[in-house]
């Protein structure tokens, strides 16, 4: 039987673009499976749950491709499901596809969390200076430079939607490389490697994005 991976999705089922790259990095014959946390859930009752707050806010996709703010206390609520159904689905190795910060999950034993390898990478990279962050949304830009921000470690942060035109990307990326940082972390798994290649020539300095950073750690663990 062929070696699977699951992916945990914070929205929902399918993401060929999350699913593809993923499975770029996995061993030869190796099957990626890919749940959402909100599979099931139609657009109302996703809706009724809106964000309560800037800390309680995700950005993710749906299905058919709408961007969306959701709340990540639902997420929680529904992601030990999802990763139960995963385990079922027979996968060995779980990506938690979301570079947000999670208490302690059940069921989440051995499952590989982007924001750990992210702040990882990023801290022996940077162990002080002036990083960097991307993230998707203005109202996630306080909670999350807060989250990074470390003893001799200055943290500055612009938003850019992963969604977001040519055009409009290249003005966060100007508007952070005036921030001068060292180092910059691209903090959603919705960023791919189409917009870091737009952003980074404009920033000037090593350019960290989040889902080929953990692709390539699970590559290693796994080769």
């Given amino acids: 039987m062929a070696r699977r991976i699951g992916i945990a999705t914070i929205g929902q089922a399918p993401r060929d673009d999350i699913a593809a790259l993923f499975a770029r990095y996995a061993p030869q014959g190796a099957e990626v ?14 809706a009724a749950r809106p964000p309560l707050s800037g800390a309680d806010t995700l950005y993710t996709r749906l299905r058919g491709g709408t961007d969306v703010r959701i709340s990540k206390a639902h997420v929680i609520e ?5 990763l139960r159904l995963l385990r079922e689905d027979g996968c060995d190795t779980i990506v938690f596809a979301c570079t947000g910060d999670f208490p302690p999950l059940a069921g989440d034993e ?7 390898v992210l702040n990882g990478l990023s801290a022996a990279l940077l162990p002080q ?3 960097g ?7 996630q830009v306080e909670k999350l430079t807060a989250k990074w921000r470390r003893p001799g470690l200055e943290v500055v942060g612009e ?8 055009a409009e990307a290249a003005e966060a990326a100007r508007r952070l490389k005036a921030q001068a940082p060292d180092l910059v972390a691209m903090d959603c798994m919705s960023y791919d490697e189409a917009l870091k290649a ?4 404009i920033l000037g300095v090593p350019t960290l994005l989040g889902i080929t950073a953990t692709a390539r750690v699970m590559n290693e663990m796994l080769a």
């Fill in 78 to 82: 529904r992601a030990p499901e999802t």
């Fill in 159 to 166: 938003a850019l939607r992963p969604s977001a035109t040519p």
């Fill in 133 to 139: 962050l991307l993230v998707p949304l203005p109202e």
């Fill in 33 to 46: 499976v890919l749940r959402g946390c909100l599979d099931g859930l139609p657009d109302e009752a996703i």
């Fill in 110 to 116: 051995g499952v590989i969390f982007p924001s750990r």
């Fill in 129 to 131: 200076g002036r990083l």
């Fill in 198 to 201: 737009a952003v980074k020539p």
